[in-house]
């Protein structure tokens, strides 16, 4: 009832940028949290950013100061400016979200598919 569709991942240099975009349809009454996650093979997904519905933001040590996570909650959207990537940002990028699909629902977690960033010269 609720799809998060990732955009924008792709081949980037060192030192340059790219921009995620996840977007969340279907039955939705309220967003709270959203984040990006990263993930590369044998190991576990981890945190990369979260931002709250009031956008405060949290990064992870790894990527502060180079990425930069925003929310456009008219449009039910999240976004990932990553700057000065390195080869180690190399990862599956997945978005999650908080959903609340009626004002008397709890919350649920939804995940995107993924999107591949390849970061290599």
């Known amino acids: 009832q609720v799809q998060l569709v990732e955009s924008g991942g792709g081949l980037v240099q060192p030192g340059g940028s790219l921009s995620l975009s996840c977007v969340a349809s279907?039955?939705?009454?309220?967003?709270?949290?959203m984040a990006w996650y990263r993930q590369t093979p044998g190991k576990q997904r981890e945190l990369v950013a979260s931002?709250?519905?009031?956008?405060?933001?949290n990064y992870a040590d790894s990527v502060k100061g180079r990425f930069t996570i925003s929310r456009d909650n008219a449009k039910n959207t999240v976004f990932l400016q990553m700057n000065s990537p390195k080869p180690e940002d190399t990862a599956v990028y997945y978005c999650?979200?908080?959903?609340?699909?009626?004002?008397?629902?709890?919350?649920?977690?939804?995940w995107g598919q993924g999107t591949q960033v390849t970061v290599s010269s």
């Open positions: 279907g039955r939705i009454f309220s967003i709270n949290t």
């Open positions: 999650n979200a908080e959903v609340q699909q009626s004002w008397f629902a709890s919350t649920s977690l939804y």
């Open positions: 931002i709250t519905k009031s956008s405060s933001t």
